[in-house]
């Protein structure tokens, strides 16, 4: 029998390449959507046999055209669907600009309702679906330097919920997942000295691997958490506990 169809935004490196791996591995059908990076998006097709779809997930309009062509090629629909693509434009508020308040905005939070609402009518009437949000633990704490994406991921818990709510009638779960400092090509960008100061509030002494948030995203996906819904799973190493 074929698995689920099991769509990962921002698929093709760090947390969402870990994600469509272990989806894949579990027996779901993993297809993943990137935006910018075609070269690793071609070298993750051709080292993991995984379709990648190129379209901008802040773009209402190709959310919905791009799963349509998704569930054309596969000839299924998208029963799971991971909100993971994200970015970031850290600065501190007084020397941000609209134009990297927009952007995560657009990107993280914009894009769990582009996403969403494309696969949304689809999970409601067949009475099964997953939706899972990777929010993060700076979502949850605060962190200097990034009013923006805070308020993004922030805003991912709330979207959660109120779908949640929504949803469970229709078999369908909506949860968060979030992670704290993890080892992908975002957390690089930060400051090396910065950096050792976070790990050293990081309890368990290291960042997460991408395949431990993957692992998370697992559980919720079973079968069997289906009455697990509207809730936020941390995985960030003990360094907040909400
Ligand atoms: N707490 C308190 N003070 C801080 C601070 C912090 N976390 N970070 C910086 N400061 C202080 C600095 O020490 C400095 O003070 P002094 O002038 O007295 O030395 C002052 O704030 C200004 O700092 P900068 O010179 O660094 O200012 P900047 O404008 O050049 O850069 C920044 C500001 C871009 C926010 C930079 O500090 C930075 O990159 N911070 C990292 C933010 C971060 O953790 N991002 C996470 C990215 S990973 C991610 O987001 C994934 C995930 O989900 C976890």
Sequence with gaps: MMGKLALITGGTRGIGAAIAQRLSRDGYRAVVTYHGNDAAAQAFTRDHGIPAYKWDVADF???????????????????????????????????????????????????????????????????????????????????????????????????TKALALESA????????????????????????????????????????????VAHAVAFLVHDDSGFITGTTLSVNGGQYLS
């Excluded at 067949?126 to 990777?134: K, P, S």
């Excluded at 997942?177 to 960008?189: C, E, N, R, S």
Aim: hydrophobic residues 40%.
């Design 61 to 159: 309009d190709a959310c919905e055209q791009g799963v349509r062509e998704v569930e054309r090629d596969a000839g299924q629909p998208v029963e799971i669907l991971v909100n993971n693509a994200g970015v970031t434009r850290d600065a501190m508020l007084h020397k941000m600009t609209p134009e990297q308040w927009r952007t995560v905005l657009d990107d993280d939070l914009s894009s769990c309702f582009n996403m969403s609402r494309a696969v949304i009518d689809g999970l409601r009437l067949r009475g099964w679906g997953r939706i899972i949000n990777i929010t993060s633990v700076n979502g949850q704490k605060g962190q200097f330097g990034q009013t923006n994406y805070s308020a993004a991921k922030a805003g991912m818990i709330g979207f």
């Design 169 to 212: 009638c229709k078999g369908v779960t909506v949860n968060a997942v979030a992670p704290g400092y993890t080892a992908t090509d975002m957390v690089a960008k930060v400051d090396p000295a910065l950096m050792e100061r976070i790990v050293a509030q990081i309890p368990v002494g290291r960042l997460a691997r991408c395949e431990e």
